[in-house]
């Protein structure tokens, strides 16, 4: 794996600036493929032993991204919405896993690290650069059932939601009233059609 320097600034060059979310990202996922024992996760083979679930839709998530080749279209990258600052670090060949949080302690600590520096943003970055991992972050070994329909590769499964007729693939379905439905059938849509049934053609 690249240093931490060349992965940090090629992830803020791909993110589009730089942050403390990109340095936290950066240093989670350098942390994360160590404990599962991987050093070129980005590369073949082991781009194909890599999950990574990540809990908060922040720069740090393009930071891991950025770092371990992890991506939404690869299937390898998982997005679980829970507002956490957060990354679970998945061998899927080996078992291991370790969950990542970063601290809310390491934010008044950065302060004390970098007295010189009264911006409370950019003292956070330059902290975040040199601060140990133990108070940067907390980690956990933890167990993750990654079902067959979440691994990545090409499609297993598919199925036809009987009310509108869409293709759902990876065993997204839902059953309900003795029915294969489609989630937005089932449990409702995050937008409202304006004029046409855009939930007609099956893809």
Not at 95 to 120: C, N, Q, Y
Not at 125 to 151: G, Q
């Amino acid at each position: 794996m690249k240093d931490f320097n060349t992965l940090l600034e090629g992830s803020a060059k791909a993110h589009g600036h730089l942050c403390s979310g990109q340095v936290i990202g950066v240093r989670m996922a350098m942390l994360g493929c160590r404990l599962i024992g991987l050093d070129e996760p980005s590369t073949l083979p082991q781009i194909k032993q890599i999950i990574v679930y990540v809990e908060i839709d922040r720069c740090a998530a393009d930071a891991i991204s950025y770092v371990t080749g992890v991506k939404l279209g690869r299937r390898s990258l998982k997005f679980i919405d829970n507002g956490i600052m957060a990354a679970t670090f998945v061998n899927l060949e080996t078992g291991k896993a370790f969950r990542i949080v970063s601290t809310e302690t390491a934010r008044d600590l950065a302060l004390e690290l970098m007295p010189h520096i009264e911006e409370p943003r950019l003292a956070q970055l330059e902290a975040y650069k040199i601060m140990d991992e133990s108070d940067l972050f907390t980690v956990t070994p933890v167990s993750v059932n990654v079902p067959v329909s979440d691994m990545p590769g090409p499609t297993r499964f598919k199925a036809v939601c009987a009310q509108c007729g869409i293709v759902v693939r990876d065993k997204k379905e839902v059953f309900k009233n003795n029915q294969i439905l489609c989630r937005p059938c089932a449990l409702g849509t995050y937008y409202e059609p304006v004029g046409t049934d855009e939930h007609s053609q099956s893809g």
